[in-house]
């Protein structure tokens, strides 16, 4: 959308006059406590244990290097991990040793951490090789650190250094006092002056579409600029041109909240708009406030909106669908309780349960700092999550619901309209993922490990993407095609006490010579006495096809017999009934070698094709799921 003053929600309670006012010199914010502070004292025994064990294993083994050639070697065959896992472990290891530092009071990681500093300022970029656009403009493979390139790491890595600085800093000074020296200087030609010197691609839209790149620098720039501007006027400008870049970000967002990059991305989307609004209204004293901007509070139940059971949530896009209690419940409790939404803040502390604030810091230091000293997280006493009895969210066409609000356990529906061009985009309109007492059982297979391909103009040939593997149709052996205007038309949604309905045409979806006039898609899930998921298809083709399947991913092994599939669930099976007059069943084991993805699912998923006996040009199928009886 083009940006414009009048479709800028936090132009009024952010204004460049309030921020004036309100904002404090740089580097007299003081979020948390520095080394010696007594409130370290106020850390949980077994977290202070985690961290310092944490630490201890990192420091076992020499600091990661890392050689021009690891760099290059994403160039050279689109391998990213090569130069991400060392690349991330350094940044790990300097954050677990302020931390340690911390909890401790332990000399011995000062020295860790005046160690890791160094290291970070002798790295020629802080930039990841696959996000380096200025080596790949000028036809090279390394970059040139004289033209720092402002991706996601180098926010982070800067940030990183915001954070050791304020905490460790005082212990850095005297002999060692070049090394604060250099830490700053860096962090201001890497991250402060490129950014207010150039015109970025995920500032707005004007180059690309926004999205999470926007919050999630923009939540580091906020920090940098208040911990370490040179000036209070240079501090003034990177938080201005900020603030009117987060503008931007909240504006493409419908009314609904709806992240069309999925729950994974909302960490870095909507979780990161939540901190940058938490560092404005913390520097200030609570007089810049943006919170009650009603799309924000959208924004921030998205993730509860979308949570189906335990660690299990609807992805949709990029992402896996199980989120482990690593991730940083701190923010949605926090952004929860300031937005005035009860069910955000009980997802939170049902996720953590009886669970230490902070279980380790692969979050970030940042975040692992700001759980470690919000006290109103630290004494929350554990809640039950809410199970949403069904949402919709047209923005993004996004549909789930299940049977009974409150519980985890029954059926479970989530369906999606949209389009082929989205963020993080499958080619999956119209699909569907069913969940049985709390855990997917027909999936959405989410992303494997990013390589070069997976951003390129190859994506589409990685399997995961393609609408053949996701539970949809495929026609003639055609799958859904790349777009924005490979969409869905003609979309309802209907929400009652009894049933939950999305109702939709996927017929754009397919490209032409597909030969789709109309592809009329309506899921339901049923509740009450005979509780079930109906998908029912009808189709006219402008011929008949020689061939025609439903397509349909499983976790859980699968049994078959004439007009029944039987999928394993965690607790009993999905029963999947269909026409065995019109369908046969073929079901393929597909081994996962991918890390990604037997993270989430384990060693294999199945796939199972129900192919059409005598395709048609016009036709129906109906597809009738209930809980089968515990084993």
């Known amino acids: 959308m083009a940006f414009t003053e009048a479709g800028r929600p936090l132009a009024t309670v952010l204004s460049p006059q309030r921020l004036a006012a ?9 979020p948390v406590p520095s080394l010696g502070d007594p409130a370290w004292g106020n850390v949980e025994p077994a977290v202070r244990r985690s961290l310092t064990e944490q630490a201890r294993r990192a420091a076992a083994v020499p600091w990661p290097t890392l050689p021009a050639s690891l760099f290059a070697g994403y ?3 689109g391998d990213r991990l090569g130069f991400e896992r060392p690349y991330f472990e350094r940044r790990r290891r300097l954050a677990t040793a302020v931390l340690a530092a911390g909890v401790t009071g332990d000399e011995r990681w000062v020295d860790e951490v005046r160690d890791g500093i160094w290291l970070l300022c002798e790295e020629s970029t802080w930039c990841l090789p696959a996000h380096e656009e200025f080596a790949r403009e000028d036809g090279g493979e390394l970059p040139d650190p004289r033209r720092p390139f402002v991706d996601l790491f180098a926010a982070e890595s800067a940030t990183l250094l915001a954070w050791a600085d304020l905490v460790a800093g005082a212990a850095l000074d005297g002999p060692s006092a070049a090394v604060r020296r250099r830490l700053r200087e860096e962090v201001r030609h890497r991250l402060l002056t490129p950014y207010l010197a150039r015109h970025w691609h995920w ?3 004007e180059i690309r579409p926004v999205n999470n790149w926007n919050p999630w620098i923009h939540s580091n720039i906020l920090i940098c600029a208040l911990l370490l501007s040179e000036s209070r006027s240079a501090m003034l400008e990177a938080v201005v041109k900020a603030v009117r870049g987060l503008d931007v970000f909240v504006a493409a967002y419908g009314p609904d909240g709806g992240c069309e990059e999925g729950v994974a991305y909302w960490w870095r989307a909507g979780a990161c708009l939540a901190e940058s609004l938490e560092t ?3 520097a200030s004293g609570g007089l810049l406030d943006a919170f009650a901007v009603p799309v924000v509070r959208e924004i921030v139940a998205y993730l509860h909106r979308m949570h189906i059971g335990d660690d299990w949530y609807v992805n949709f896009a990029d992402g896996g669908a199980h989120l482990p209690g690593r991730t940083a419940l701190d923010i949605p409790h926090r952004a929860g ?3 005035g939404d009860g069910d955000t803040v009980a997802h939170a502390r049902a996720r953590r349960g009886t669970g230490p604030p902070v279980v380790h810091q692969e979050v970030g230091l940042g975040r692992t700092l700001a759980g470690l000293f919000d006290a109103g997280w630290r004494d929350a006493a554990p809640a039950a999550a809410p199970h949403v009895e069904h949402a919709w969210l047209p923005s993004v066409q996004v549909m789930v619901a299940r049977e009974r609000r409150g519980s985890p356990g029954g059926l479970f529906l989530a369906a999606k309209g949209g389009h082929n061009a989205e963020s993080h985009n499958h080619n999956d309109v119209g699909s569907f993922i069913v969940a049985l007492d709390g855990r997917p059982v027909l999936v959405d297979v989410g992303v494997g490990e990013y390589t070069a391909r997976t951003f390129g103009p190859d994506r589409y040939d990685i399997w995961t993407m393609q609408s053949s593997y996701h539970n949809l149709p495929e026609i003639d052996g055609v799958m859904q095609a790349a777009g924005p205007r490979h969409r869905a038309r003609d979309v309802s949604c209907a929400l009652t006490g009894d049933q939950a309905g999305l109702s939709l045409d996927l017929a754009p979806a397919w490209p032409e010579h597909a030969g789709v006039r109309e592809w009329r898609r309506t899921l339901r899930l049923r509740r009450g006495d005979d509780p079930a998921v109906i998908v029912e298809d009808r189709w006219e083709l402008r011929g008949p096809p020689s061939r025609l399947a439903l397509c349909l991913m499983a976790h859980g092994e699968v049994g078959t017999s004439p007009g029944l599939l039987s999928v394993a669930g965690r607790l009993r099976p999905l ?7 019109a369908f046969t069943a073929d079901v393929e084991r597909l081994p996962l070698d991918d890390s990604e993805l037997s993270g989430v699912w384990g060693d294999h998923l199945h796939r199972i094709v129900l192919r ?3 395709p048609r040009a016009s036709g129906t199928a109906r597809l009738v799921m209930k809980p089968g009886a515990a084993p």
Not at 22 to 30: N, V
Not at 575 to 581: G, N, S, T
């Open 75 to 77: 160039a050279r065959t």
């Open 337 to 339: 309780l300031l937005t």
């Open 612 to 614: 059409a006996t005598t």
């Open 22 to 30: 309100h904002l404090p010199d740089p580097g007299t914010w003081r």
């Open 575 to 581: 029963l999947v009934r269909y026409d065995p007059a």
């Open 280 to 282: 404005l209204r913390s």
């Open 203 to 205: 500032y707005d839209d």
